[in-house]
């Protein structure tokens, strides 16, 4: 994913953090779809795919689960 895109999707998961009209409609998500359109309807655009590898690497990251 493009780095760029990662810092939109952080940048609006801080807008959620800081807005408590995002989090309640955040309760509203039900898939990354809607994720995404919230995303955009607040001024963020990133798609699905770039959830995909944002979570791709979150995973990579996490590692075995052994340590």
């Known amino acids: 994913m493009d780095s760029k895109n990662f810092e939109v ?17 955040l309760l509203k998500v039900r898939s990354d ?12 655009e990133f798609t699905q795919d770039d959830l995909s590898k944002l979570n791709e ?8 689960g052994c340590c």
Not at 14 to 23: E, H, P, R, V
Not at 57 to 64: L, P, R, V, Y
């Open 9 to 25: 999707i952080e940048n609006f998961r801080q807008a959620i953090d800081a807005s408590t009209d995002l989090q309640k409609k």
């Open 57 to 64: 690497k979150s995973e990579n990251e996490a590692g075995c």
């Open 33 to 44: 779809a809607d994720f995404v359109a919230l995303g955009k309807e607040s001024g963020y």
